[in-house]
């Protein structure tokens, strides 16, 4: 099977005052039904005459023969039948893995194949299932029903994403169709939560009932809708092609529709996508002025909503390019912010969107994986460029960028107000890990209470609307699962995210979420040898690899797998996650963490200005200043030793405390609050939640 590149039919000149095509032929298989679409080009400024060619594909030069050099990813793509072939015949096999174009088109379906990275020998496969939840929307019996699959399919536990989704780790491949089927009962799916295509559409989790809120959530599901492969695969595949299809606002169907500009293949079952869908993953978050929960620049599309005085929505503010993933010594990879393209009027944004993705899919690089996000595409064009394409087909102008008041960094943790008479308490999840005790009483809370959640892409868990007469009962059973209100928190944890990594990942090169509680209790440890406060804190991010699933480029620290034991380090991220951290040190051990730590926090101590982050600290000093602190660090420098009687009666107390803190690897303060903590905890304490 052999895939040609469409051409052009006519050709003009840009004299012409509208300059059309006749037809453009897209990316099709030579056994497959021709996808055309109609480009409409907009009027062009008087320049040298020179030959048109249509945007949606760069031409090869008439006199080669030679094909357009394509990843193998692209040709699996392409042979699949719109994403089922081989992989319907495969989970059906005996083995207990399945070959490598399965393993690519899987992807697509939410799943990812993995094998125990802590056992020796024969490789022990399983597969991991990612939903996909817009805006981290879980009704109530999704999540009751990921709960019991957790236990009778998996390894026990469920995972919150930084992409507001469950993971289910350790499912086998003979229960993948049970797995799967149940989730599609029970008003889930996981279509499209990986692949290349676009992926789950985050907005801030807070279910508030304010117009702001609730429009952007409703965008958010829009915008996910209307991004949906069509085709048909994922329940061929999993529930032998019986349908389970939500109805769709009309403005949806209308968008994806549309093809006054060229965006869609006619007649094709993926009127989007086509045969090859896109490039790579695609990456969309929406939110409302100020709250950057959703690390809105971190995405291919950042969508802002727009209001009036009145609080009505006016339109939408648009960045694009932003994205996370690199690869470790190939400089020409990158983290990158998104940036500003315009703004659109309210009812045009599913059409600006539509017309961003086409955009990518007909001119992001198919040949070397590395390279095919977006934001190596605007890299290389620039943004003006990137523009005009997008506008043709858009089929409009952007408005000029509005402005924005300055992004906060929201959590939502803690008991709020919905605005409808409800309350709703955010939960803080180390790491997004839900299993043991706490997976436990959750399950008990959300049953008994008949909730429903949502989940932030911070990794934390919301239960929403509950009645304040339940406020009390849920505050206790919370408090004895240790899920305790966010002042009971080390603030450290509060903001901290890591990725899985081992054992599972097949791309981690070290720890991380196994890794990270040891490292933030470090981290606390120096923050008190150097005298800097309980209540201070800093944004940590620990990943496993390159990719940045957790993000860590944005943080004021993040540490980035680069070798066994070993991290990358990287400074310079804002609390509000607005700026992008730089690579500071490579191949730091991880039992040498402290020697960088150390120096850092103490002179942050010392030479901040009047409330000065750390990330903004480290920017202002300079990486080079930075280094030389690091390189002539011999130790903080010693003062009279003074007892902090704060939380104890007396200096003998204090004492006893520092020995037994001491027979723990903890400072007395550490183990003092844990005290305090378990102490509340036990005593059902409701002033928790005050």
């Avoid at 006519?10 to 055309?36: C, E, M, V, Y």
């Avoid at 009932?209 to 991004?227: C, D, G, P, R, S």
């Avoid at 997004?432 to 909730?451: A, F, P, S």
Wanted: include cysteine.
């Amino acid at each position: 099977m052999t895939t040609s590149f469409g051409t052009t039919t006519g050709t003009l000149t840009p004299t012409d005052p509208k300059i059309r095509f006749q037809s453009f032929t897209g990316l099709k298989s030579s056994n497959s039904i021709a996808l055309t679409r109609n480009l409409r080009v907009f009027p062009l400024p008087f320049c040298t005459p020179t030959l048109i060619r249509a945007v949606s594909t760069p031409l090869k030069p008439e006199t080669s023969t030679a094909e357009p050099k394509r990843s193998k990813v692209e040709i699996f793509k392409e042979q699949s039948n719109f994403i089922r072939y081989p992989l319907n015949e495969e989970i059906y096999t005996d083995t207990p893995n399945i070959n490598e174009a399965s393993t690519q088109l899987i992807k697509f379906h939410g799943s990812y194949q993995q094998y125990n990275r802590d056992e020796r020998g024969t490789r022990s496969y399983s597969f991991m299932l990612r939903t996909k939840n817009p805006g981290g929307k879980v009704p109530n019996q999704l999540y009751l029903t990921m709960d019991d699959l957790a236990d009778q399919f998996g390894i026990g536990t469920l995972r919150l994403t930084t992409r507001q989704t469950f993971q289910l780790h350790g499912v086998l491949k003979k229960d993948l169709k049970t797995v799967m089927s149940t989730i599609i009962r029970n008003m889930g799916s996981t279509l499209g939560a990986c692949g290349d295509l676009n992926r789950n559409v985050l907005a801030p989790a807070a279910p508030f009932m304010t117009k702001e809120y609730k429009f952007a959530q409703e965008t958010a599901e829009n915008i996910a809708a209307l991004l949906t492969p069509q085709s048909g695969f994922y329940y061929d595949v999993w529930v032998d092609g019986e349908k389970f299809m939500t109805s769709e606002p009309p403005e949806v169907v209308k968008a994806r529709n549309d093809n006054s500009h060229g965006t869609n293949f006619p007649d094709s079952p993926e009127p989007i996508y086509g045969t090859q869908f896109l490039p790579r993953k695609f990456k969309i978050a929406v939110t409302v002025p100020t709250d950057n929960s959703v690390d809105i620049l971190t995405n291919d599309i950042g969508v802002v909503v727009v209001f009036d005085e009145d609080g009505e929505p006016q339109g939408f503010n648009i960045y694009v390019g932003g994205g996370m993933g690199r690869t470790h010594r190939q400089e020409t990879t990158f983290p990158r912010l998104g940036e500003q393209l315009g703004y659109v009027p309210k009812g045009d944004i599913l059409y600006a969107i539509k017309a961003i993705v086409a955009t990518q899919r007909d001119h992001g690089r198919r040949d070397d994986r590395k390279y095919s996000r977006m934001k190596y595409l605007i890299s290389s064009w620039g943004i003006e460029k990137f523009r005009n394409v997008v506008e043709q087909y858009y089929g409009k102008k952007f408005e000029p960028f509005h402005e924005l008041p300055e992004w906060e960094f929201k959590s939502f943790l803690g008991w709020h107000e919905q605005g409808d008479g409800a309350l709703f308490c955010g939960l803080h999840v180390d790491n997004g890990r839900i299993g043991g005790k706490m997976k436990k009483t959750l399950r008990e809370v959300i049953e008994k209470y008949n909730l429903n959640v949502r989940i932030t892409p911070n990794q934390n868990l919301i239960l929403c609307d509950i009645r304040s007469a339940w406020r009390r009962p849920i505050t206790t059973v919370l408090a004895q699962a240790g899920l305790l209100h966010p002042r009971y928190v080390d603030p450290l944890n509060l903001t901290a995210m890591a990725c899985p990594a081992f054992p599972l990942c097949p791309l981690a090169i070290t720890e991380a979420e196994r890794g990270i509680p040891d490292i933030l209790k470090r981290v606390r440890a120096v923050f008190e040898k150097v005298g800097l406060k309980y209540s201070e804190s800093i944004v940590i991010r620990v990943t496993g690899c390159p990719n940045g699933c957790a993000r860590p480029y944005m943080a004021e620290l993040g540490l980035v797998g680069d070798g066994p034991n070993s991290y990358q380090i990287w400074l310079g991220g804002t609390p509000n996650q607005t700026q992008l951290a730089r690579t500071f040190m490579n191949k730091v051990k991880v039992q040498d963490l402290e020697k960088v730590f150390e120096p850092l926090f103490y002179y942050w101590k010392r030479k901040r200005q009047p409330k000065e982050s750390f990330g903004d600290f480290t920017t202002r000093m300079g990486f080079e200043k930075l280094h030389e602190l690091v390189d002539k660090w011999e130790g903080p420098v010693q003062s009279p030793v003074r007892y902090n009687l704060k939380p104890f009666a007396d200096k003998e107390t204090y004492e006893a405390m520092e020995e037994l803190a001491k027979l723990q690897n903890k400072s007395p303060h550490q183990l003092a609050m844990e005290v305090i903590r378990n102490f509340v905890a036990a005593q059902q304490n409701d002033c928790l939640f005050p």
